[in-house]
């Protein structure tokens, strides 16, 4: 095996008091330096990699050294989590909350029998096909995966028309997980959109459409790319005023 691992306790002194760090220790092989510490920032465990010519007392004494680090490091995660936390409360994700989707507040719905999106006369509903009580990182992962599918439909839905009114084509088109950029387009006219795009509405995602597209054409932003967005998408300054407004998406949309 390449990795070995057991679970350590090491007491400190800090502020006077005497306190105890329990690590997980992991002889690797793979390691290209010594030793490697880590405080992960989800599950809040404090973990190193260790090359096989260390000590366990290496270990140990790295522990003691950044004792300090260690606990300014768990404080601030601790309090990382505790506002996703209150962030996620806000966002109302439980079963019965509402949540961002095509410009929309929509129901969410736990426990359902299968993981799809439905319309009525209260709007959209998002059904997710895991327990009532399922934990809030199970709820983000299942709602991410739904939303990208939906961002797959909604998009070739809506570029559909836009593409008849185009000059040049893209040789293909497929979603990204970008953060910062709604859309991309590159020389060799392949186009990628963001997920995210779900959370807006129909309007602001046919614009950044219809931006990229023109971007087949002009790979630029000048008066001549403007006038082909909005030959191909006539609201289009409207629509960019509105989307420069839009400032934040829910928490775990970056999740």
Known sequence: MSEDQLWRTVEVVQDGEVRSIRYQLVYSSRIK?????????NSLEISIRLSPRMSVETADQLIRNKSAWIARS???LEAIKKEKEARRQVEQL??????LFRG????????ASQTCVSQGEEGFCLSLAIPIDSAPERIVAALQALMKVEAKRVIEALIAPILMRAYRPPVSWDLSNAK???GSCNSRRVIRFSW??????DDLIRYVIAHELAHLIHMDHSLAFWAEVERMYPPCQTQRARLKAVQHLPAYAYE
């Open 196 to 201: 995210r795009l779900i959370f807006l509405d």
């Open 94 to 99: 439980y079963h019965g909350g509402k949540v």
């Open 180 to 182: 910062r950029r709604w």
């Open 104 to 111: 929309e507040r929509a129901r969410l719905s736990l426990g």
């Open 33 to 41: 330096s010594n030793m490697t510490l880590k405080v992960d920032g």
């Open 74 to 76: 768990l404080a601030d």
